[in-house]
């Protein structure tokens, strides 16, 4: 017997790019646009080739993506085990595609339920990656808009608006927050329902050029799908997104301010949680994104601080104290309810 013919190549022959650093990169192509499916530009694998999946996912830079998300975001175990399961499927339908299982493309519009600051734009944009890298996407970049970005005011406006959202997502991902404003219950004339019916086509007839993610609350994207059947049909992958433990909080809260140059004092680690309990139980918490807030606040109150003094050295400049986070209004007793808080 002749010894078995080593295999036609490892990968898929499309270079690795540099990995995807910062993740605020909104409409920007991450990749490269050669106008073509890359699964169709291939010829098909004999049936006796071997691939090596490791390789395969080295060189699309998959491995990549999955551990920039495990170690840049805290937390979130269900939506990374979700993201690398994605991965994998679609990393074998790739493959199935080059021995010439056919198979379809599968369908990879989303829904991201959670609140606010939860990390479901910041995700959309490495799916977006991801699905770039693995060929889904031929752009992968990410289109962030609300209602009012696709819906006018007056009659004859709002296909027009739908229609320059969408030709601007094209060959990325359309990711609609709040998505169920769309639609209004008391108004069945309202313009929302003309801009969700253009989405429904798009959705079906350029399934293989564009990924659109709903976002928003979790019941009111029940609510909304109870009353867009249609909606809910196209949606294939259902991901939640929890609020955030104070703990995880505290962690988000550490990796934020070493971004920025800063490190809390150990005190100052325990007086941010007493900070993030009262502050995770008043109005308009938004889990990491009042972290983030949060940092701003205590830098600026830092530097007030350091303009008192006469000299300032390298630890003064990095370190947050607790008296500036203690300046908050979070821990006056009687706030009242209007404005910014953090
Ligand atoms: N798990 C996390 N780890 C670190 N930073 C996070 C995490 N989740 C969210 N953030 C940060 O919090 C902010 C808000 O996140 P975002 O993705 O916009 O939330 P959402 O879209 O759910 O409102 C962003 O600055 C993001 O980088
Ligand atoms: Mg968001």
Same mark, same amino acid.
């Not at 013919?5 to 646009?33: C, H, K, V």
């Not at 990325?172 to 709040?178: A, P, R, T």
């Not at 293989?208 to 059947?229: E, I, K, Q």
């Given at each position: 017997?002749?010894?078995?013919?080593?295999?036609?190549?490892?990968?898929?022959?499309?270079?690795?790019?540099?990995?995807?650093?910062?993740?605020?990169?909104?409409?920007?192509?991450?990749?490269?646009?050669?106008?073509?499916?890359?699964?169709?530009?291939?010829?098909?694998?004999?049936?006796?080739?071997?691939?090596?999946?490791?390789?395969?996912?080295?060189?699309?830079?998959?491995?990549?993506?999955?551990?920039?998300?495990?170690?840049?975001?805290?937390?979130?175990?269900?939506?990374?085990?979700?993201?690398?399961?994605?991965?994998?499927?679609?990393?074998?339908?790739?493959?199935?595609?080059?021995?010439?299982?056919?198979?379809?493309?599968?369908?990879?519009?989303?829904?991201?339920?959670?609140?606010?600051?939860?990390?479901?734009?910041?995700?959309?944009?490495?799916?977006?990656?991801?699905?770039?890298?693995?060929?889904?996407?031929?752009?992968?970049?990410?289109?962030?808009?609300?209602?009012?970005?696709?819906?006018?005011?007056?009659?004859?406006?709002?296909?027009?608006?739908?229609?320059?959202?969408?030709?601007?997502?094209?060959?990325?991902?359309?990711?609609?927050?709040?998505?169920?404003?769309?639609?209004?219950?008391?108004?069945?004339?309202?313009?929302?329902?003309?801009?969700?019916?253009?989405?429904?086509?798009?959705?079906?007839?350029?399934?293989?050029?564009?990924?659109?993610?709903?976002?928003?609350?979790?019941?009111?994207?029940?609510?909304?799908?109870?009353?867009?059947?249609?909606?809910?049909?196209?949606?294939?992958?259902?991901?939640?997104?929890?609020?955030?433990?104070?703990?995880?909080?505290?962690?988000?809260?550490?990796?934020?301010?070493?971004?920025?140059?800063?490190?809390?004092?150990?005190?100052?680690?325990?007086?941010?949680? %007493? /900070?993030?309990? !009262? $502050?995770?139980?008043? #109005?308009?918490?938004?889990?990491?994104?009042? &972290?983030?807030? =949060?940092?701003?606040?205590?830098?600026?109150?830092?530097?007030?601080?350091?303009?008192?003094?006469?000299?300032? %050295? /390298?630890?003064? !400049? $990095?370190?947050?104290? #607790?008296?500036?986070?203690?300046?908050?209004? &979070?821990?006056? =007793?009687?706030?009242?309810?209007?404005?910014?808080?953090?």
């Amino acid at each position: 017997m002749s010894a078995p013919t080593p295999p036609a190549r490892l990968g898929f022959g499309m270079n690795q790019r540099s990995p995807q650093s910062t993740i605020e990169r909104t409409e920007q192509d991450n990749g490269q646009d050669n106008g073509q499916h890359p699964a169709g530009a291939e010829s098909l694998l004999p049936s006796d080739a071997v691939v090596d999946l490791a390789a395969l996912r080295g060189e699309l830079g998959i491995d990549q993506v999955l551990t920039d998300v495990e170690q840049e975001l805290v937390g979130l175990r269900q939506v990374k085990a979700r993201l690398a399961e994605l991965a994998a499927l679609l990393v074998v339908d790739r493959v199935r595609e080059r021995f010439g299982v056919r198979t379809q493309r599968p369908n990879l519009h989303m829904c991201f339920t959670g609140s606010p600051g939860t990390g479901k734009t910041t995700v959309a944009m490495r799916m977006a990656v991801l699905l770039n890298r693995l060929g889904y996407l031929r752009r992968g970049h990410l289109v962030s808009v609300t209602r009012d970005d696709l819906v006018g005011q007056y009659v004859g406006h709002t296909a027009p608006k739908t229609r320059e959202v969408i030709k601007r997502a094209m060959g990325g991902l359309l990711f609609i927050d709040e998505a169920y404003y769309l639609y209004r219950v008391d108004n069945e004339r309202d313009y929302g329902q003309e801009s969700i019916e253009i989405l429904l086509q798009v959705m079906e007839n350029h399934r293989d050029d564009l990924v659109v993610v709903l976002a928003g609350y979790a019941d009111r994207m029940d609510t909304f799908f109870r009353s867009n059947p249609g909606m809910a049909s196209r949606i294939a992958h259902h991901i939640d997104f929890p609020d955030y433990s104070v703990d995880e909080l505290t962690r988000i809260g550490d990796m934020m301010a070493a971004e920025l140059g800063y490190a809390f004092a150990e005190e100052t680690r325990v007086v941010f949680q %007493d /900070y993030l309990r !009262l $502050r995770r139980a008043q #109005p308009r918490f938004a889990n990491a994104r009042s &972290v983030r807030n =949060a940092i701003e606040r205590m830098r600026l109150r830092q530097a007030a601080r350091l303009l008192e003094q006469k000299t300032v %050295d /390298y630890t003064d !400049l $990095r370190t947050l104290l #607790p008296v500036d986070l203690q300046g908050s209004r &979070v821990f006056q =007793a009687d706030v009242d309810d209007s404005g910014d808080r953090d």
